[in-house]
DNA sequence: TCAAAAGTGTTATCCTTACACCCATGT
DNA sequence: ACATGGGTGTAAGGATAACACTTTTGA
């Protein structure tokens, strides 16, 4: 195909699953701790693609399996991350690409095998759990956002910034949105805010106030990955049922709205969603009646495969309640 | 991290673009030929990721500029294909990755440079084009995927095809989605209707009946990355204002409804997609208007860029036309 | 008895869809 | 005159959001 193979280059490819499941209230996600420079962090599992591996996804679930002894359900590929400062672990000059991919499971928050555990993923992002009202890292972060705008000289950047930091964190009369986890993150590493962005020793060390603003980091560029799973993750339970990947078999209504509210990290309007779930035709009812749900016993439900024949974008298209 | 890189094993990068440009009421692509191993087949675009690339989208520019003189604007990456039987003209054992991207630009059928060509997509899925009703190819592809689900042995393999089937062609009373691209091309492949599916000499040759419902095959796994660019974009016009990276300045209503008719592959109803278009404040009006339409003269019309900070997802979010 | 959850009913509002119809130009 | 595209009005139906209210359990 190409006459001058001069400057190909080998490259090595890694495969990073970002593992999610839901523990009560909390969302979580499957990490092993890794020895960086300085400290133990959080990993994402990950390895090589080797030459036995058939496919992309069999040589993640292979590296999963052996890591985590977990075996996989849903999958799916998210990005391909190989910018080359992207990961200041690997300094030695190679090349490494790293796919990352999303996991759904069941598995609860115990059955964490080997080194590995279950993290809530909002001790990565505490600016995105809006469950219990606007997050108070939120009001603080509003500072350096701003200050980041007026840094700029008037004009073309000056504004750019200023509609950035509007879209992503909902400043000046902007709605917030639920979706722009990537955004955010992208935006705070910009600014110098998130510890992950500091450790090539380029930016200037955060003052103790600003880093007590930032969620705890994680090993090499696995928090971006994380966020670009999250990001993924709340956008595709609005219109394809990946919710119930992370249900039990059967639940209730309550538990199913939880759930969402788990993962979108907000509050929703209990009756319309209800009705909502009802007329998509997601779920039927069992025969049986849940007792000691804390008040009167619940309906029990399951998720009804056919809906997917049935709707053309069946997912819970909800809107965070106004309360 | 890992203490036995005894597999592991260096991967080649391809860096492969799906450029996507408009040209009166054909949806183009750029394309060069590429000499296969029996004739010469159409190919994206594509070369090796290199050191000197700082980032993968730097050198996607970089060998797109090169093979093509083109300059691109709106890139933004699909999908990563690693399975080893993808691509049956690199059968030396050694592994090639392709990352796909999505490109979308302006230039016309006419500035084609080098001895890149601009191709009419549809020619490589007739199946898409609904824009002047069912495709003809679409009947006769009914009984083979009908074949191909009796095929299996009643029971749970069986039921699975007929939904496969259903969803993705719109069999049995479901409704044809444009979005379901990738889906038809895979289930076609897997029935070893298009070409490329029988290039390993795995599958039977095609009755010469069959040969005719495909489209034009291309080199490689490139029509799978296309029909990946495809999906991608039909989806994604529907919620945010991508269609814009391919209109001139300034245009009229229909111009825009031709665009968005064009990608979808459908018809759409006139009014409702104007009242759409003028409601959701995407556009604003010129101060000039344009004579010589074929009938009474239009306003012209130019984007609004302020409209992306004011909708949460501004795109068409059209339906198909009832006639 | 009371809090917490389950569940029903109703209304105002908005958006979508479809239909009907008029306007201005080129041939 | 008439075909073609440009452009407005409006009414029916469905989906949503917000509200109020009843029922059933466990502590």
């Known amino acids: 195909m190409n006459q001058a193979p001069a400057q190909e280059q080998a490259v090595v490819v890694d495969l990073t699953a970002v593992i999610v499941s839901i523990a009560g209230d909390q969302p979580c996600v499957l990490v092993r701790p890794r020895q960086g420079r300085k400290a133990v962090l959080e990993a994402l599992p990950s390895g090589p693609l080797e030459l ?31 910018d080359q400062d992207r990961a200041p672990d ?70 750019s910034r200023k509609e950035r ?38 930016a ?10 930032d969620g705890l980091p994680m090993a090499a560029d696995h928090r971006r990955i994380l966020a670009t799973a999250i990001t993924r993750l709340r956008a595709k339970i609005k219109y394809r049922p990946v919710v119930f990947e992370l249900m039990p078999p059967t639940f209730t209504f309550l538990q199913l709205q939880r759930a969402v509210e788990t993962l979108a990290g907000v509050r929703l309007h209990k009756q319309n969603f209800r009705r909502l779930v009802a007329q998509q035709g997601l779920v039927e009812e069992t025969d049986a009646i849940i007792a000691g749900t804390g008040g009167r016993p619940a309906r029990e439900l399951r998720f009804r495969q056919e809906a997917i024949l049935e709707r053309p974008a069946p997912g819970l298209r909800f809107r965070p309640s106004a309360a």
Chains 1, 2 share one sequence.
Request: no cysteine; glycine share 10%.
């Open 52 to 82: 036995r591996h058939r496919t992309l996804e069999a040589g993640l679930r292979a590296w999963v399996a052996a890591q985590t002894g977990t075996s996989l359900g849903y999958v799916e590929q998210l990005y391909t991350f190989g």
């Open 204 to 213: 200037p060390a955060a003052s103790p106030a600003e880093a007590k603003l």
């Open 165 to 202: 930091a509007g879209l992503a964190f909902g400043l000046d009369g902007a709605t917030w949105s639920d979706e722009r986890v990537l955004d955010r993150y992208e935006l705070l590493y910009e600014i110098g805010i998130v510890a992950e962005a500091r450790r090539g020793s380029r």
């Open 90 to 159: 690997h300094g030695d000059g190679s090349r490494v690409l790293s796919i990352g991919y999303l996991a759904l499971t069941r598995a609860g928050k115990d059955s964490a095998p080997g080194e590995t555990v279950w993290r809530d993923w909002y001790r990565h992002f505490p600016w995105e759990d809006w469950r219990r009202g606007q997050p108070a890292v939120l009001r603080d972060l509003e500072k350096p956002l701003r200050r980041w705008v007026a840094a700029a000289k008037a004009g073309a950047e000056r504004t």
